[in-house]
């Protein structure tokens, strides 16, 4: 990685443990708790973030890909993990001989996997309540599991399904289709069948205050304190933390402009005046890109806002005007604080006209982390 010394992002996990502990508070001291690991931790770090999980002793975790599994156990994280994306049945034998757990989310898939191993596989099955993604739809999932369970090489440990919805005026709806999981599972169990984990609701579900019957919760964007919510928040978000508490960088390069220079931003800048301009060794090759149109990016220098002029492949260029005693190799701050001012996440998303969450995978593995 290009200029890893200088670009930073620091994580808060002692806000990560808090935000653990406050979703697990709403949702009641009954439920197991599977925490969502998947996309390099929601853009944060998955080996910085399982450890601490494990060491809150949550009881799974769970991930879209068997790399980031592998990269877990060889970093001694033993939390059971699920693996959540669909893979091939020859990688699902493979997780299960490193000791991972699967998703079947249909019966074709459960089939395949059943004829090609000899030894009992682990899994979880999954259910589309709604979401019209991956997994069996409710109307038919009972017939479902009646057959995955018929197939003797396939031992079902958990069923689980995924109620997202939008704003707090949709939980109504939310509600309504954890209540149709409830009946669905509880059928199940009163034909005989056992289910060890049951799992429906998220993040948005316990912060909305829903309940349901189900054995566990799947929680993700709480743990990092990122809204799983487009629109109306419901008042409970207000006690999560931010994960990220800093991403930074630093100015490489100091351009002093005279009156008359043309410089290239959107068209010719800077004849009007004097600029000084910094430079940052940031860019698209970063993650990093220009605000939407009509919105301005800001970065910290000297705990002043500076707007941003440009974004290259590998740069930013930004107006250091009126910001005194600057030098080159001082801190640029992108998100946190910096003096007496700040910026966030949400404002870097709503420059980019994107989801916070969004703007946190945009700069993904692409910066050196390390903890508070």
């Known amino acids: 990685m290009n200029n890893q010394s200088e670009n930073l992002m620091v994580l808060d996990l002692e806000a990560l443990a808090s935000n653990l502990d406050y979703t697990k508070h709403l949702a009641g001291p009954e439920k197991r708790v599977i925490a969502s690991i998947k996309a390099n931790a929601y853009g944060h770090d998955i080996r910085l973030v399982a450890n601490v999980l494990q060491e809150k002793e949550v009881d799974m975790l769970a991930t879209g890909n068997i790399e980031d599994a592998r990269t877990l156990r060889n970093d001694g994280v033993e939390t059971p993990l699920l693996l959540f994306a669909y893979a091939t049945p020859e990688n699902t034998i493979d997780a299960a001989k490193e000791g991972f757990i699967s998703t079947i989310p249909n019966l074709a898939s459960a089939i395949s996997l059943n004829a090609i191993t000899s030894v009992p596989i682990p899994v979880y099955l999954k259910i589309d309540c709604g979401l019209g993604r991956l997994g069996e739809p409710l109307n038919t999932a009972k017939d479902f599991v009646t057959k995955v369970y018929q197939l003797k090489n396939l031992k079902v440990e958990g069923i689980y399904t995924h109620v997202p919805f939008p704003d707090v005026a949709s939980s109504p709806w939310a509600q ?193 982390v390390r903890s508070m």
């Open 176 to 368: 309504d289709k954890l209540n149709q999981f409830d009946a669905f599972i509880q059928a199940l169990e009163s034909d005989g069948y056992s289910i060890p984990v049951t799992q429906a609701m998220g993040s948005c579900c316990v912060l909305a205050g829903l309940r349901d019957k189900s054995s566990a919760i799947c929680i993700g964007h709480a743990l990092y304190g990122l809204s799983p919510f487009s629109s109306q928040q419901a008042p409970t978000f207000q006690k999560l933390r931010p994960v990220v508490h800093s991403v930074s960088s630093t100015l490489i390069h100091i351009g002093h402009h005279e009156k008359g220079s043309d410089i290239a931003v959107r068209g010719l800048y800077g004849t009007a005046g004097a600029h000084v301009v910094g430079v940052l060794p940031l860019g698209a090759a970063m993650g990093m890109r220009p605000p939407a149109d009509n919105k301005e990016m800001f970065v910290l220098v000297k705990g002043k806002k500076c707007r941003v002029m440009a974004v290259s492949l590998e740069h930013i260029s930004i107006d250091l005007d009126g910001i005194e005693n600057v030098a080159i190799g001082d801190r640029a701050t992108i998100i946190g604080q910096d003096g007496d001012d700040s910026l966030s996440v949400d404002e870097l998303a709503q420059a980019w006209q994107v989801t916070p969450l969004q703007a946190l995978m945009s700069i993904s593995g692409k910066f050196s």
